[in-house]
């Protein structure tokens, strides 16, 4: 495209020269954007979950700790002690 703006007798572009500057000047902002854009597009294409599956291992790892710390406190108090402390005389006993 001709890049040439025409000029007016006072030095100042006309009203179709301002169009086209400003035309051009969103062209390069629009063809920047589609760039930007296209990048951004390949690269969570590329590899999607890549950061997603860590993410879900840190998340399981901190539930089964938890968990096994609520086991450890259950385990702990006197009322499943004495509870398992007869479950097993009671099958001790049976033979």
Known sequence: MNNVTPIN????????GRAGQRLHAMRGQVNKAIC??????????AEPEEGAAT???AVVLVAATGF?????????SDAVKTLLTNI???????G
């Open 9 to 16: 007798v006072d030095g100042l572009p006309g009203l179709i």
């Open 36 to 45: 930007l854009l296209d990048a951004r597009m390949r690269t969570l294409t």
């Open 55 to 57: 993410a879900e291992y």
């Open 68 to 76: 096994a710390a609520v086991l450890v406190g259950i385990m702990k």
């Open 88 to 94: 097993i005389k009671k099958a001790l006993s049976v």
